[in-house]
Structures are given as C-alpha cells and as structure tokens.
C-alpha cells in the first residue's frame, strides 16, 4: 500500500512515521518550501548577517508518554531542550525550531513546493493534483493540515469528515520580529498575557541560539483579528508600541522588524483525535482534531498512522 500525505507539518511527519515503523511508504506533499508547518522558523538577514526567530510556535510541552520518548531522543541527539523560562515542561528545537521537524522528515519521501489542489478517486484509488499537475497514485489519502484548508477537500468525498472540519474555528495570531542592537535588560526572557500580548519570547534566550537581542511578540487572537487586514509594517510598528507599553519602558529602534501573519495560528480543537473512512481509505490528521498545540497535533498523526497501519490494508 502507498499514503499520500498532503502536508508536511508535525501532524502528517507523525503519520508518516508511524507507518514506516509499520512498513508502510507514504509520500508527503507540502506546499511551502520546507517541512515543519507552523513550527516555524524565519532567518533574515540584518546588517549583512544571519538572524533567526522561531515566529510560530515558541515552544512545545511534552506530557504524554510517547512524545516525551521522542523530545528525550532529540534532547540526546541536541536538536531539542528544555526552555524553562516559558514554563516547567517547556521544550524548544535546537538551534531552532525546525532542527525537530526535519529530523521527523528524514527517511522519509517528502515532496516540497507541491501545494495539492485536488484529490480525484477514480476506483480504489486517489490521485493527487496539483494546479493541474498530476502529483501520482495512491491507495490511501491524508489529508494533514488546518481545519478550514482540509475541509474542501474533504468534503467531496465524505461529509461528515468536512463537517468535523468546518465545526472548528481557527485562531489567527500577528507575530512580530524584532533584531535590537543591544540587549534589552531587566526583562525575563519569556512573558504572557500582558495587554494584547498572548506571548513575547526573548529568542536569543533559548538554548543553543546564536548571540544578538532578538524577539518574537504574539498578539493575542481578538487583537490580530482585528489587525488581520493590516499590512506588515503597520503591525510590527504597533505590536512594538504594546511591547514598550507592556515593558514600561522606551524601547531602542530595532535594526530588524517584520511580521507574520498566521491566518490559522490555533484551532478551538475537538476531540476525535483523528479522522479515517476505511472504506474508501482518506483520513485527517492535525491539531485542529485534539487541541491547538504541538503535541496533540503529533499525537493526532501518530494514531491516524497506527489506525491505517492496523488495516484491513490492500
Ligand atoms: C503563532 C503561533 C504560536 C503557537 N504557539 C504554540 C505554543 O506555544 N505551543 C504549542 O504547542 N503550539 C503552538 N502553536 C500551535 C502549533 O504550532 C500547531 O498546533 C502545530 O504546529 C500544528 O501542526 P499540524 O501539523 O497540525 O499543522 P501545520 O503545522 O499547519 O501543518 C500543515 C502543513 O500543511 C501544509 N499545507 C497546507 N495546505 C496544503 C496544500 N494544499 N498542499 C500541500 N501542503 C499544504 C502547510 O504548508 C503546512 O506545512 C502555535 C502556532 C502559531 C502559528
């Protein structure tokens, strides 16, 4: 039997995993240039040297049995650790936020720039296109990205699977980055909540990061709502006015400042863990199916995988 996995984020990495553990080959196609999803991380270049910020998720927990094994034999192969600063079971990437992502990715066959915009069932099986391009066969389809992205094409094939999609509303967030000449002192180096601030992470404070202050500022859902419109210079110069407002202090002017915004930053979440039709083998996987952070979206593609594993399978 041959998956196709259509995207390349910790859900459908977890998936894909699983089903090599159990023999299974599947083909991943992602629409961006690498893999991970939103854990994310942006290098830029700020007066002629390289500078990176992990701009979606800043860290990741791991509580359940199995992602604690997996984030323990990245922390022994150094491309995770702990962050104690955003909190007692905090853990980030090492150096930075996709090193894990990428380590998920090898041995595994991962297609980038292949945005999937149609999923054809012609007999048994699926064929995957993309604008038009034919991306191949397979014998079962999963489909591992947000709710609101999956559930078109869900729904041509099983309502009640895009029903489950549409049911969930995702949460927008802006996330600011900021590169200072010097470091901003008297700060902690991971702060939540305060005004329209969901979280601001001091990201040369992580472990295994490179030298030089910089920062990642999130606004919370209802402010990036609202500023959802806005365009990217617009944002980072107010997210920089709540910073200083929050920090209670006249901040320097950066000599690095963008912004991203993440239409889909975090669903409300659901409990169904994750969706297979054996039928007509097409499953979903994503945090949009347990809760919208890290760890349940692993876990939602680790059990879709070991779902499909157990078969009946051709
Ligand atoms: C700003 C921000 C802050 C966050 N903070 C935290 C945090 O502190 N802790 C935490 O645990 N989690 C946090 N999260 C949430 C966490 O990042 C997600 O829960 C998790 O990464 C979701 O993984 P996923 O695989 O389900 O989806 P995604 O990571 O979204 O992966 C889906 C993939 O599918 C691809 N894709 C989409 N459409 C197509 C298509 N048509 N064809 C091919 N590929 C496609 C996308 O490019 C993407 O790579 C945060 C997220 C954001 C954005």
Known sequence: MRVAIVGAGIAG??????????????????????????????????????????????????????FVRLARAWERSGIAARWPAAGADAWVGTPTMTAPMKALAEGLDVRLDSPVTALIRTG????????????????????????????????????EMARAAMSVRSYPCWSAMFAFDARLEGLPDFLRGIGPIATASRESAKPGRAPGERWVVRADWSWSEAHLTDDGTRVTDLLLAEFAKATGRTLPAPVYADAQRWRFAQPSGQENRLLWNGTIRLGACGDWLHHGFAEYAWLSGHVLGAAIAAGPNP
């Open 124 to 159: 048994r099986r699926w064929t995957l296109q993309s604008e038009g391009r034919r991306l191949g066969r397979f014998d079962a389809a999963v489909i591992a990205m947000p709710a609101e992205q999956a559930a078109p094409l869900l729904s041509l094939h099983d309502f």
């Open 13 to 66: 990495l977890a998936c894909a995993q699983r089903l090599l553990d159990a023999g299974i080959p599947s083909t991943l196609f992602e629409k961006s240039r690498g893999v991970g999803g939103r854990m994310a991380t942006r290098r830029a270049d700020a007066k002629g040297y390289a500078i990176d910020f992990d701009h979606g998720a800043s860290n990741f927990t791991a509580r359940s049995e199995g």
